[in-house]
């Protein structure tokens, strides 16, 4: 599982263990770990040109010292002072002291560098980067220099993963002690590039439970459900799924290949398009309708291509299972009939349907993601699964960490590939899985899947993405697998 956690609990995890060490050996185990990424980035450091961009806190001050390692090396180091009378004092006489000088112009440092060094600004920034830094980060990720982030990339918010003016894009970000909300959530995330963790000692001073969570193959290995030997197909689970319309057939056909490969032991369809479904998956149970008379099920996932014809929902609603309300589903949604329910209900909208549900424009949920996912769990009393490049899932109440899908790729933007995702998560809802982890088990196999099904870099179609989930599935048992045999 990788972990994030708030500014404010990372300080105070940061003072406690300070207390216990002597002055300024935490900033050198930072810089130090620093310094070792960086050389290993440039392959050789003697000789490489490095730029340190230097901002007024120990952000700038981790880069500083960073920089002096790199200059004892044998690299040519250069600082950019953009606060030159609240430099950290220590580093900037480690660097001058190492060999390496302060810049008088920064363009004409940033033109030649192998190895650029945000430390503009870290926890402490806020509001993205001030004017005068603008045309420098510029210069900066205009260059061939591979930019790297000290923590975090300057001028993005740490504690929600929003961008809220400019900020620098890095290649690579070298994180001190835990990761940062901003480091797994977009769109901040995305300006951070490949992300490190440097361990400076910080854990056990970290409470148990973190803001926000990333499940990893393992993880989402001990998730899966799995049928045990007195297994039949209805104690797997039975899911329901109430999706397409006469209009949208292929929603129906791409909700059910999604349930199919979800664990569920049968998959029951209800709508108009039971002979599109039956073409494709004859292994499907079909019924015209309405859900009630359909038959028993575990789950339902009502909402994906529905179209006008949305009379299901409140009749699924109505039911005592967990219910999945997708797509279409969720435009007659009654707030009042979701928090009445006794069973879990699982809202899964992209950023538009998050958007009409909040009553705000689109622009604004893909800005503050962090913030949108929980309201609207607030607001539902449900569990909600936010799609989008970081795919988020909020708990109702608030206590549980919001996951974070580290998994997603851009391939998957694309039509219908919603419908799949709500019908695998569906089947691991009548599989078992409670709502939270079942979307974001089904989050992850899902982005997983589509990587699988684009390896080559391919553009996919959503029912590749549903042939390529039994190989998502087998190689997060790989895992397990492994894990197993390591523990004997
Ligand atoms: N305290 C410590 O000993 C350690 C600190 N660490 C480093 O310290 C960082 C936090 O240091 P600070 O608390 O000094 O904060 P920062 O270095 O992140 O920045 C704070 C300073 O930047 C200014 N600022 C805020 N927003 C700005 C913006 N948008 N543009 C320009 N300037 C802006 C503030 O006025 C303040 O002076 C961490 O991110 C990490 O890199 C690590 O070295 C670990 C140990
Ligand atoms: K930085």
New binding site residues.
Partial sequence: MRTAYRVETV?TA?EEL?AQLPE?A??Q???AGLAAACAGLLGRVYGARVVLLI????????ALYAGARLARRGAGVSAVL??PD?THPGGLAALTGAGGRIADDPFEVLASADLVLD????????????PD?VPVARAARGSNAVVVA???P??VEADSGEVR?EALRADATIA??AYKPGLLIDPAREYAGTVRLVD?GLEPHLPSVPEIAALQHEDVALLLPEPVGESDKYRRGVVGIAAGSARYPGAAVLAVAGALRGGAGAVRYVGHAGEAVIARFPEALVHAGPPAKAGRVQAWVVGPGLGDETGAVAEILASDVPVLVDADGLRPLDASAVRRRSAPTLLTPHAGEAAALLGVDRAEVEAARLASVRELASRYGATVLLKGSTTLVAAPDGALPVRANPMGTPWLATAGSGDVLAGLTGSLLAAGLGAYDAGSVAAYLHGLAARHASAKGVPITSYEVGEALPGAWRDVQDARDVRDVREG
């Fill in positions: 300080r940061e300070m300024g935490l900033m185990r930072a810089a901002g007024s806190g120990a952000n700038g001050g981790d953009l606060a609240r430390g503009i600004t870290g926890i402490g920034g806020s509001g993205g980067l001030r830094a000290v923590d975090l300057s001028g003016g001190f002690g400076i």
